[in-house]
């Protein structure tokens, strides 16, 4: 019987400071794996219930391919296996096409889409030593459907759903899964919080979020990060083992199309 249990088996978990990718540790590990998070920026706040349910920490910036390896290939020998990644990590860019420059291109694109795929790659030589793996790419609904106001997020989101299909692709007979989810809007997260941060009135743009998702509209709130980490346990979990390539949006509705008035 397909089963969510984790018992046993090793976890990474990138940007996992904050918001979804702390959630997601959370929950793996109540789930009995050994989890490893990597974040640019640690928080104390964290150290007592990461140190509780046996989640260890590391400074990681996935931009930086030494550091990301480490991360990954620490947690792998350090547990003896690797059995579940997730690539979490990622920022937000608003801004017109007119207004960006190189360096801000390149930031998005190396956190959102390069630090994703050479994520799988320093991963698949661990999952392969155990017969299989999960993985997991945390896009957005932008990966669905472009958006006006952040064209390079979107960019890189899109492309990391594309990207999530050919790597499935490109290790199924690995017994590799490879995985997206698509949220939107989620609340108390690192890139709600910096796409408010632009806005001129953060409470008019909340509730715009709100009202352009039909389910978050109906419900009055947000998306919590608790119930995006949901959808990424059943994704790395024996229960999803014949799911891979998929995009799994857990956004209420929003990338359906234009919502009822």
């Not at 996992?16 to 640690?42: M, N």
């Not at 690797?82 to 690539?87: F, I, K, P």
């Not at 919590?224 to 999803?240: G, T």
């Not at 956004?251 to 008035?261: A, C, F, R, T």
């Amino acid at each position: 019987m397909a089963v969510r249990n984790l018992e046993g088996r090793v976890a990474v978990v990138t940007g996992a400071a904050r918001g979804i990718g702390r959630a997601t540790a959370l929950l793996l590990a109540e789930q009995g794996a050994r989890v490893t998070i990597g974040d640019l920026t640690l928080d104390p706040a964290n150290d007592d219930v990461f140190a509780d349910r046996g989640i260890r920490q590391q400074v990681c910036d996935v931009r930086n391919l030494q550091s990301l390896g480490e991360l990954i290939d620490g947690a792998a020998n350090e547990g003896g296996r690797l059995d579940v990644l997730v690539n979490n990590a990622g920022i937000v860019l608003v801004g017109q096409v007119d207004e960006i420059e190189e360096a801000d291109w390149d930031r998005c694109l190396d956190t959102n889409l390069k630090a994703a795929f050479f994520g799988v790659k320093y991963a698949v030589p661990h999952m392969r030593k155990v017969g299989g793996g999960a993985i997991v790419n945390t896009a957005s609904n932008a990966g669905i459907l472009p958006r006006a106001h952040d064209p390079v997020y979107s960019t890189s989101k899109l492309a990391l759903t594309g990207m999530t299909r050919s790597l499935a692709l490109c290790h199924g007979p690995n017994k590799i899964r490879i995985n997206a989810v698509c949220p939107g809007p989620v609340g108390d997260t690192g890139i709600m919080d910096a796409d408010l941060a632009t806005q001129a009135d953060r409470e008019a743009a909340i509730k715009q979020f709100i009202h352009a998702s039909p389910i978050a509209r109906a419900h009055g709130r947000m998306i919590s990060p608790e119930e995006v980490a949901q959808s990424i346990l059943y994704l790395v979990s024996d229960a999803s083992q014949m799911v891979t390539g998929t995009m799994i949006a857990i956004d209420g509705g929003k990338s359906l199309g234009v919502p009822p008035v």
